[in-house]
């Protein structure tokens, strides 16, 4: 039993060990707070730039060719430019708007002078003296036209008078008249006569009629008893004298119609006769009524003129000084708003506004400067120039692709040339910092500035990548043509943050950056934001971890 129990217990203690799961294996690592460096890496080469090919960036006409073939020139030196007189004229424009934004911060932040409020406070008073003088005119001219309304009515109260009472005469001799009229109308033997030759015409006669006798009546009725005044008399001796008018012409036509009216049965001569007589009678009568009224009309015109005029240049005066008081009122306001605004002096955010302009006028000079810049051709490096391919006056599109403006050969010839990937060639920009470590020199570094950016991509091995030249400060005697190595730049720098390795970060389905880290012996996911991407694949994180914290970068099964 003993011997077996030796046997068994180790043998089933085997199994246990090798049939049981293994435990997943982890992969960590902690967030660490340091400065972090972006960086664009790439093999580089050292090649021969002994000729140099120049040429501007855009197409232009050529202004000026400053250098001559043979001609040694300096790092920096202006060889040629195209006509840019606009641009320079951009930049001057663009400094003096500067200037002037740079100094109104500038007041602004050493507030308003005593002589400036004394200025403002002049101006207000000079708003105040207007609007009173516009007030003066005002009363003045309202008070000239209440008056001259009194003195109308009390002169002009005889002719109103008679006015009224000749409208009352003259609408009742005319309603006499239509009535007489309408019993011509209503003949019988007319109207037989009428009906069988022209029954249109004499049922729009007809019409016309009652329509006269009913504006006149309407007249007499609401005519009032005595008019308020020689305005209203006018305007009733008018309207009556144009009802009068028509009703003239509505009797001139029943007189034509008559006249020519084609006797049939019983309305004989004799009857076409008398009807014409009393036509003629009434119309007679009418038309006295419309001389009379006419002759009225004219006499209350004649008498009311110079009031009518002085009146309304009473009224004129009074809608001017109104317009006036508006205009003062709201100018003495705007003012006085601006003496309290100096009294008080520059809010803060007036000067971060002000501020905020002299920042935008700096771009735009900066903006300026660059367009002229692209117009102008300078020696990236000191050397001499050996072909001047270009003639003042003549249009740089002209040249083929494959052509240069200007060739020279280099003082220092020696630069190193690396190809980027597409999706790193937005990072570089020229002037940038970089290095390389030549295989020739293993435990040495070598510095050097980004010079040159190719505008196109070339193919690599199947690849499109475009390619950046750096040069070394100074010459090294020790270089040769063709000698590689590690080559980087330095594309962008983060000061004390928070990075992590970017393997670590995943993207779930909303599109939000994720990362598993180990809390409390747990794994969670948490969301965080990531700033710039550094060297050896680390990222920033601006939110979401914290210095010290455990990431998990790979769990194996």
Known sequence: ?????????????????????????????????????????????????????????????????????????????????????????????????????SAQLKELKEGTRPEDILIQEAEVENKKAALESAYATFNGAKEKLEKLNMEAKISLSGYVSTASSETSEQLTEIRSALRKIEDVLEDSALNRAATYNEPTDFEMLTRKKANAIHQIEQMIKLLPSNFKDYKEAISKLREVRDTTAEASQTISKMYSFVANMKLYHNYDFSDRETHKTTLTTQSNTVQDALSSLDSTLKTMRDASADYDTQIASAQSTIETSQADIQTYEASLRKQEAELAKKRAGARPTEIQAQQARVNQAYAELNRAKAKLEDTIIRAPIAGAITKVNLKEGEFTGGLDLNEFALSMLGASPYRVEMFVAEIDIPKVKL?????????????????????????????????????????????????????????????????????????????????????????????????????????????????????????ILLIKD
Do not use: C
């Open 1 to 101: 039993m003993t011997v077996l129990t030796v046997i068994i217990v180790p043998f089933l203690l085997l199994l246990i060990w090798i049939f049981a799961p293994e435990s997943p294996e982890v992969v960590m690592a902690t967030a660490e707070r340091s400065d972090l460096v972006q960086t664009v890496e790439a093999v580089g080469t050292v090649i021969s730039e002994k000729d140099l090919k120049l040429r501007f960036p855009l197409t232009g006409v050529v202004g000026k060719v400053l250098i001559e073939e043979g001609d040694s020139v300096e790092e920096n030196q202006e060889l040629a430019h195209l006509r840019n007189g606009a641009l320079k004229a951009d930049v001057t424009a663009a400094q003096a708007s500067l200037s002037s934004q």
């Open 431 to 551: 002037s940038q910092s970089g290095s390389i470590d030549l295989d020739a020199f293993p435990n040495e570094e070598f510095v050097m500035k980004v010079s040159e950016i190719d505008p196109t991509a070339t193919d690599k091995d199947g690849v499109s990548k475009y390619r950046v030249k750096l040069d070394f400060p100074e010459q090294d005697m020790r270089l040769k043509i063709g000698m590689t190595g590690d080559a980087e730049i330095y594309t962008d720098f983060r000061k004390d943050v928070v990075h992590i390795p970017g393997r670590a970060v995943f993207t779930d389905e909303k599109g939000d950056e994720i990362v598993k880290i180990l809390k409390d012996n747990k794994v969670i996911e948490r969301k965080i934001k990531t700033g710039m991407e550094g060297e050896g694949g680390d990222v920033e994180v601006i939110e979401g971890i914290n210095e010290g914290e455990t990431i």
